[in-house]
């Protein structure tokens, strides 16, 4: 008996096997290897809460102990003050925290994805071995070396450009109080652990966008059996949008630590948030592109789909439309012509109906919803920037006012 061949993919492991088809974008790569090695990820499970309560403690809880025992943690008027300084908390108890728990939502939302597309038909059974390889691919590359040291070596040179450029605005709390510029343990621990961690986190997920891209692009040239009169309008596809979910806790991570520098410099620096609105607009656009981008590729087989589809009900509505004149409106004898009493065809109305619905196909497989679950955490925070300078009391006296 010829030996089984292992995919690298969980509970497939014969050729025409049709069970459980996962491919994880959090778990066994190299960062996920790591920390289970430390005992940060338990055995079975993902150790989300757990992981994400210990990277904020390790960040946060250091930096403001020194802060007290230093003098330097007073709120108030003082610009240099921590407290002052918002990025930086939310770095360590918004932002690195929701990196991680981003990472369970995506084991919950990612891991049964590709089972879809067996169970739903798009891949045909005598594309099973092709699909598995291609997913297989996928695996490798979750898996490869390269992409953690790249990430390793921009982690490493960020770290070494805060040493340096340590005179920059979000440091100036941290430097000697004789305006040496000397880095203190505060601004070491910045530059050595706090920023490290988010910078891991976020190309980490940067990367496994990279990595959805390229899964989402071998799938847009694999020959998916799309529907063109699926009632979802995307032929088919309209579970890939619930991956889009996955990007919301990062989304609003990185929009958040730009947000809380934002805030800083309207709050101590005298800028009017109106000023910079164009500025905030750009980040949440920017940050809400680079998730939704790989969610492109299908938009490729999406279109060719719909293009085919419209030449082929077109000429099927065509046919059926003159045999159904020429019988009732003309009287002619057209014999019984298989078209005109087709059970799946039915009624003129039905054809119609039909051809509607590959007129009104989508080409891009996300709807408002889910790009609202990617742009919409995005933009939030930036709301918040704005709404530090709207009077509120004038503001909630004119919406009771409204209301009552």
Not at 15 to 44: A, K, M, T, Y
Not at 70 to 76: I, K, Q
Not at 248 to 273: I, Q
Not at 351 to 377: C, E, N, W
Request: net charge positive; glycine share 8%; proline share 6%.
């Amino acid at each position: 008996m010829a030996p089984s061949v292992n995919y690298g993919i969980s509970g497939i492991d014969a050729p025409g096997d049709l069970s459980r088809v996962e491919l994880s974008l959090v778990r066994d790569d190299l960062f996920f290897r790591f920390q289970r090695r430390l005992g940060l990820i338990p055995v079975n499970g993902m150790g989300t809460a757990r992981r994400a309560i210990i990277f904020a403690a390790i960040t946060w809880l250091p930096l403001v102990l020194w802060a007290v025992l230093t003098g330097r943690a007073a709120p108030g008027s003082d610009a240099h003050a921590l407290l002052g300084h918002f990025g930086v908390h939310v770095r360590c108890l918004i932002a690195i925290p929701l990196l991680v728990i981003a990472e369970g939502v995506a084991q919950k939302t990612a891991s049964p994805f590709l089972h879809h597309f067996i169970d739903t038909g798009l891949v045909p059974k005598d594309e099973i071995d092709q699909f598995k390889a291609l997913v297989a691919s996928v695996v490798q590359l979750r898996n490869g070396v390269l992409p953690w040291v790249l990430i390793f070596g921009a982690v490493v040179a960020w770290a070494t450009a805060g040493a340096v450029f340590s005179r920059m605005e979000d440091m100036s709390w941290s430097t000697g109080t004789d305006d040496s510029g000397r880095i203190t343990f505060g601004g070491w621990w910045f530059i050595l652990v706090i920023r490290p961690i988010f910078t891991a986190l976020l190309l980490a997920w940067i990367w496994r966008a990279c990595l959805l891209f390229i899964l989402l692009m071998k799938l847009a040239r694999f020959p998916l059996a799309l529907v063109p009169t699926h009632p979802d309008r995307v032929g088919g596809l309209a579970f890939v949008e619930r991956l889009a979910f996955m990007f919301s806790p990062v989304t609003f991570a990185l929009s958040a630590v730009a947000a809380g520098s934002f805030a800083h410099d309207v709050v101590y620096h005298g800028v009017n948030a109106m000023d910079i609105k164009s500025l905030l607009v750009a980040t949440a656009v920017l940050i809400s592109v680079v998730f939704l981008l790989p969610f492109v590729p299908l938009a490729l087989p999406l279109r060719k789909a719909k293009r085919q589809a419209v030449l082929d009900y077109g000429r099927l509505v065509g046919h059926h439309g003159r045999l159904v004149h020429r019988r009732w409106i003309s009287g002619e004898e057209v014999g019984s012509p298989a078209i005109l009493d087709a059970p799946e065809l039915g009624p003129v109305a039905d054809v119609q109906t039909m051809y509607d619905s590959v007129q009104h196909m989508r080409p891009f497989p996300i709807s408002k919803l889910g790009v609202f679950a990617v742009a919409g955490p995005a933009v939030i925070p930036m709301l918040y920037v704005v709404a530090m300078q709207l009077p509120l009391q004038t503001v909630l006296a004119k919406v009771l006012k409204t209301l009552i």
